[in-house]
Every structure is written in C-alpha cells, then in structure tokens.
C-alpha cells in the first residue's frame, strides 16, 4: 500500500515534466524509479521499445538504402547504430507501472500478466485519490479580481506567498469607457472577492456586481473608513467619470493605499483563516514600504510647490494635494471626449501669459492636443499616467507608479 500511494504522489510530478522542455532529473535515491534491465521493462501505451545494445552502443534494425547517422554510409538489410534516445518522464512512468506490476500482488509466480498489470494500475489510482484528497483537505485560496492596476498591485503585495490577484483593466485600457470581455464578466460573477473603488466609478461592473446576487465579497474602497475622498474640482455636470461627487484616484494618496492593503488583509483573512497571518504580515510589510515611498517623493518635489502646471485630465488632485503641487487647469474634463475650442482657447491664453511651466499628457490618449498647445506656448511637454500603463502588473507596479509621476513633475517643471 506504501508503493500505491508513493506512486501516486510521484504521476502529477511526472506529468507537469513532462510538458516541460528541459530535462527532468529525478534522485536516484528514489528506489521506486531505479532502472530496470531492457529485457525485464515492458512498454505500454504509444511508448517506443529500448533499442537493442551492443559494445555499449544502441542498435535498431536498418532498411535498404537508410544513412548511418553516426558514419554517414549506407546499410542494406544490416543492423545499424543510432543516437540513443533520451529519456522522457514517459519513460519513467512505464517503468514505474512495470516495477508495480512485478512486485505488486498477487505474487504467486503462476499468476498471469494482465493480473499483475491490474494490480498495478489499482496502486496507481489509488495513489492518485490519497494525492487529490490531501488536496481537497486543505482550504482553496480565494479568487480576488481588481478593478485596474494599481489596486491589483497593492493586493498582490497582501496575497503575496499565497496567491495572485486577477486583474480586468490591463495595460493601455482606460477604465473610462471599459467593457467586460464575456470571460471577465463570468470571473466577476465567480470570485471570491471583488475589489473596486465604487460601483460608479467602475461602471462597468455595475451590471456583473447585480449578478453575483450575494455570492461572494465585494470591497468598495470609497466606502472604508478613515479613506481620504476628494470631491471633483469642477461641476459635477461637467464631469463623465467622477459621479455623486467622488473622484475615483483614490489610489495617488499614499495614506489611502495604506488603507486599501490593510482593509484587504482583514477580508482576506476572515475568508481565508488558514493564511490570515501571512495577508496580514504581507500588510505591515507593504504600510512600510508606502511610508519609505512617500517620504522619498516629499524629499523628490520639494521646491515643487508653486511650479503652475496643466494636466491632461483631472486623475491627479489625490496626488497634489498630498504633495502640495499647483495645477492651473486640465484640457479636458472627460478623456473620452476631445475639449470644446472655447476650453484650448483659453488654455492658449493662459500659457501664452507665461504663468504655467509645464503641460502634461498621457499614454493612453492621444497627444495631439498636448502638442499643438506646446508649439503655440513654448511651455514644456510632460507625460504623466495614473495608471501605470506601460509597466508591468505586480506587486511592484504600484511602487513603480507613483516613483515615476514624482519623477515625471520634477523633470517637466524643474526646466524652468
């Protein structure tokens, strides 16, 4: 019975080598796997035979008119040598049914072949049910889905060692305008836990957050205690993406990201008790990254404070009032929708006058605007992105993220 289950323990670590491209090497202290002599292995499935070996060299029967690889000359009707052929994980799996089959039971040395080849493979199966029912014994990982990325980054920094989150807005993305793939909404309705700044921010997981009827966790950011949200800057009827008065960026605050990676570990931690010492120890790790993070950029812009600037959209107030920056408009209030001529008209002005340093635009939108309001000026040209378009998803995106838009401000404003 000891060999039933070592086996089946061993079939998933075979099988996983054998899709791999490099070689698997397995100990030779494993004496289930020790090699068997050619006469004694048998094959089965689809699995060539060993060829035969003489003087140390591997031998297969040649047809008329077949190259000796090794001698580049031909054999008629002749044994001819060959390269021998590398072991696979397959290989070893044969072997290991066959030393089943040859110690397994019954052991009386009349008992037939197929008796002994059953006997094996009910070790195997066996081994096999003790592997999946150790696995179902221990508690499954929550799925966490997060709306965009830098979400996604502060809970992969909490799951790290135990899971990764999924993430919907990817990449170039805007989460302005988004619409769920088919397979993203079906992820949505089965997750564990869902992850959004607020329903109407977000709002295209309105619809796939009705659905999921209850099933399931859902953490709405804007709604946890003691997180810092800003209304928008302009009138409410002037704005696409900021709805009841709440500008979604939440995330641009440091103390807010603090917020967001411990509240995470508690949810975790009370759907997942068996790993809620390391979500939580994750937590603390990633609170003290953030206070190293947001002492360094206080260091990075100061001297910053009244450089006036103009963004491409208002995505930013969350950093600037933290940072204590100095916007003097957007060129748009909506990234979706290009500015009316009375809007660039007055930006025109107000950059012709000299009193702003700087104009910032993002990668996810297109530059022309930007540029065009550049060349008349004379003022700089920046790129800022809230998102972290261009970088990798992970624990260290969100790092990454705000390093890169203090960094941003400095190079674009300390020009002049």
């Given at each position: 019975m000891k060999t039933?289950?070592?086996?089946?323990?061993?079939?998933?670590?075979?099988?996983?080598a054998a899709r791999a491209e490099t070689p698997m090497v397995v100990p030779s202290s494993v004496p289930l796997l020790r090699s068997l002599p050619a006469?004694?292995?048998?094959?089965?499935?689809d699995l060539p035979r060993p060829h035969r070996q003489k003087d140390g060299m591997q031998y297969q029967w040649g047809t008329k008119g077949q190259t000796n690889p090794l001698e580049g000359k031909k054999r008629i009707g002749h044994r001819m040598p060959v390269q021998p052929r590398e072991k696979t994980p397959y290989d070893l799996l044969s072997k290991m049914e066959n030393r089943l089959a040859l110690k397994g039971r019954p052991s009386q040395s009349d008992a037939s072949p197929h008796r002994k080849r059953l006997w094996a493979r009910a070790c195997i199966v066996a081994g096999l049910l003790v592997a999946l029912l150790a696995n179902l014994a221990r508690a499954e990982t929550p799925v966490v889905v997060a709306s965009v990325q830098p979400i996604h980054s502060l809970l992969a920094s909490v799951m790290k060692g135990v899971?990764?989150?999924?993430?919907?807005v990817e990449g170039q993305a805007s989460e302005h305008g988004y619409t769920l793939k088919p397979s993203q909404a079906r992820l949505v309705a089965t997750a564990g836990l869902?992850?959004?700044?607020?329903?109407l921010y977000e709002t295209f997981l309105a619809k796939p957050l009705e659905l999921r009827q209850g099933k399931g966790e859902t953490l709405v950011l804007a709604q946890l205690p003691g997180m810092i949200v800003l209304s928008p800057r302009v009138e409410p009827q002037e704005i696409h993406h900021h709805h009841e008065g709440i500008d979604g960026h939440l995330w641009l605050n440091p103390l807010n990201a603090?917020?967001?990676?411990?509240?995470?570990?508690?949810?975790?931690a009370s759907m997942d008790p068996e790993n809620g010492a390391i979500y939580r120890a994750n937590a603390d790790e990633t609170s003290e990254k953030l206070t190293?993070?947001?002492d360094k950029l206080k260091y990075l812009l100061k001297g910053m404070e009244k450089k006036h600037y103009v963004v491409f959209h208002d995505a930013y107030q969350y950093f600037e009032q933290h940072y204590g920056l100095s916007p003097a408009g957007m060129i748009t209030t909506d990234p979706d929708r290009p500015p009316s001529a009375r809007k660039l008209a007055a930006l025109r002005e107000k950059l012709k006058?000299?009193?702003?340093?700087?104009?910032?635009?993002?990668?996810?939108?297109?530059?022309d605007v930007v540029r065009r309001l550049v060349v008349d000026s004379g003022a700089n040209e920046g790129v800022l992105d809230p998102q972290g378009a261009a970088l990798t998803p992970g624990e260290g995106l969100y790092f990454a993220l705000l390093t890169e838009l203090g960094e941003g401000f400095v190079a674009?404003?300390?020009?002049?």
């Open positions: 039933c289950i070592v086996a089946g323990l061993l079939l998933p670590l075979l099988a996983n006469s004694r292995m048998k094959t089965g499935g899971g990764r989150p999924e993430l919907l869902v992850v959004l700044v607020d329903p603090k917020i967001i990676v411990n509240a995470a570990a508690e949810k975790l190293k993070l947001d006058a000299g009193k702003t340093a700087c104009v910032f635009r993002e990668p996810q939108f297109p530059a674009c404003l300390g020009e002049q």
